[in-house]
């Protein structure tokens, strides 16, 4: 009887540890996305102070170009009062805005003296380096976010994760349709490009080995040109070999037997 008490205590006290292990865990992973989040969420807030500085330093140039800067301050405010909510609503609000940019910066190519601008220059790479750390933390991020709900899924740290409330993480990602967008490719013509003139197509029954045939006599005109090469006419092209002389119609050719 006495062994079976300390046999039942032994498996409560195991099972608590468990517990404790588990829920420990799962507290520290949260903690863990939390931050991982945080240090996004700076990298944010420094692009949406880059923002209205590069926007400026480019309307200075190309003020035509006004609908382009409406759009990206339009879609910049969006964001910035996305600031309270979900991972997913962040991630299409940073999505829209990132291509706005995206449009933005195609605008500037057909300005010269803007690219060459120092301050432009420097508010580029500031701007690049921000989307760097960005996309860093995000992988980061999703990468938490990945480990935290399949245990919230698995068993029996759902388990766990049911009784106490554990619920699942969004992931932030950021909708990029230029990146997801699949190339175009033809296969028209084989070896031939968009723009180009397609190689010229053998005449039916034709046959080609890919090596230089000599000219036969009689196929071909003196000076005939083919391939870049030009092919001299030989002496006394047209007529029989003085040795060999020429067969007759209906009689086999000398062979020389």
Same mark, same amino acid.
């Given at each position: ?5 300390i ?16 829920y ?26 880059l923002?209205?500085?590069?926007? !400026? ?11 382009? *800067? ?7 405010? +969006?964001?910035v ?18 291509g706005?940019?995206? +449009? ?15 301050? *432009?220059?420097?508010? $580029? ?5 921000? !989307? ?34 554990? !619920?699942?993480?969004?992931?932030? !990602? ?42 036969l006599p009689?196929?071909? $005109? ?12 030989? +002496?006394?092209?047209g ?19």
């Amino acid at each position: 009887m006495t062994a079976v008490i300390i046999v039942i205590v032994a498996l409560v006290v195991i099972l608590a540890i468990a517990l404790i292990v588990s829920y420990n865990r799962f507290v520290k992973q949260r903690n863990l996305i939390q931050e991982s989040w945080r240090q996004i969420d700076v990298e944010l807030h420094r692009r949406y102070d880059l923002i209205p500085n590069l926007v !400026e330093t480019v309307r200075a140039y190309a003020a035509h170009e006004r609908h382009v *800067f409406e759009e990206v301050a339009r879609l910049r405010t +969006q964001a910035v009062g996305a600031e309270g909510a979900t991972p997913e609503q962040r991630a299409a609000a940073e999505g829209q805005l990132s291509g706005a940019l995206r +449009q933005m910066m195609i605008s500037v190519e057909a300005y010269p003296q803007l690219q060459s601008n120092q301050n *432009f220059l420097g508010l $580029q790479r500031e701007l690049t380096d921000t !989307e760097d750390r960005i996309a860093a933390g995000r992988r980061f991020y999703n990468a938490n976010v990945g480990d935290y709900n399949t245990r919230i899924e698995a068993f029996p740290s759902n388990l766990i994760a049911s009784s106490f409330k554990f !619920e699942k993480a969004g992931y932030f !990602e950021v909708k990029d349709e230029s990146v997801r967008a699949v190339p175009q490719v033809s296969f028209g013509t084989i070896g031939s490009v968009d723009g180009e003139q397609a190689p010229p197509q053998m005449p039916a029954g034709g046959h080609s080995s890919g090596q230089i045939q000599p000219p036969l006599p009689g196929d071909q $005109q003196p000076g005939y040109q083919q391939g870049g090469y030009q092919q001299l006419p030989p +002496q006394n092209q047209g007529q029989p070999p003085a040795a060999a002389p020429r067969p007759q119609d209906g009689q086999p050719p000398f062979t020389g037997a």
